[in-house]
């Protein structure tokens, strides 16, 4: 790997950490969310809901262990329940089976955990709970109602305000996600490609090869080197024979089957996995040769220029029980000879 590729995949890594970093920021936020709304909204009504309390301790375990989608997707489909029920506690119960000091007691520990969070809730459950105050003062029942159940209404909409910020975050947390796992997929792209063709690199290949051996999948290979490459690059420059690699290497992958796998091997070289015994890769190989030799049109610089290029391959199969270096070895000196001859 050279120093200019070197260098762009430190700056993808380097961009990958960032969003790496920023999804778990907002991962952390949301979890610290989740964990106030347990412990100051669902845990002190609990003994006051009919049934199952709701919760949302596994939804935030499970997510902080493991923050995938699936996760993700659970623990807002929870909390947006759990908000519900509490919803339909406060609607249906709150006036009149509930004491007004705990609800009190309840929304302070609510505003201050909003608080600790920096939420703009928390000025809005602190006015309920002075209402609330207000409220149990006054001596008429029938005001008394009136105004606790003005209260709840309040209460109500600021549920229902927080199941919608809830989805909100959710999915900015998710395009967050889909953001990071998107850089890494272009690390790990950028560090299996060669940067000049954009076929496999030759490192990628070797693990290809090397996980075909382990499986014990019959394949062969095919080294492919353009003949008088270094005549291109002497008379026309290096930036026509980076054209020409390019121009090639397109053309070569337009031949290639699904189950097929081509690299650059190094300077003028190419490798070509064929998953085929050695009769018939010789026969896709004369094939390839026949297709990919030939003219060549370049683009440079605003100009055309033609050049014509020859191959010559070595083929050579996969023994059982050898090494990929010696099945390399093969089919190298089966392309030194091919090149003797010529």
Known sequence: ???????????????????????????????????????????????????????????????????????IAAAR???????????????????????LAEVVRLLEATAASLQQRGSR????????????RRAAEREDLKELRQHILSQVQLITALVE???????????????????????????????????????????SFEQRAQEMIDAGVCFSLVLADLNHFKRVNDVHGHLAGDELLRVFASRLKHQLRSDDMAARWGGDEFVILLPAPLRDAMARARLLEQTLAGDYQLALGGETLRVRVGLSMGVAEYRPGESLEDLLHRADQALYQIKARR
């Open 77 to 99: 489909r929870e909390l947006d329940q759990a908000l519900h029920t509490a919803h339909d506690f406060i609607s249906n119960e709150l006036a009149g089976t509930v004491e």
């Open 121 to 132: 809730h928390e000025s809005e459950f602190l006015g309920v709970a002075t209402g609330l």
């Open 161 to 203: 305000e927080m199941r919608q910020e809830n989805r909100q975050i959710m999915g900015e947390l998710e395009r967050e996600m889909q953001a990071y796992r998107r850089r890494l997929d272009e690390v790990e792209q950028s560090a299996r490609r060669d940067t000049l063709t954009g076929l496999s690199n030759r490192a």
């Open 1 to 71: 790997m050279g120093t200019k590729d070197f260098i762009s995949l430190r700056a993808s890594l380097d961009r990958a950490e960032y969003q790496h970093a920023h999804f778990r920021a907002a991962l952390e936020a949301y979890l610290e969310a989740l964990a106030g709304v347990e412990r100051h909204v669902f845990q002190p009504c609990a003994g006051k809901i009919r049934g199952e309390p709701p919760t949302v301790e596994t939804s935030r375990r499970r997510l902080a262990a493991e923050p995938g989608r699936e996760q």
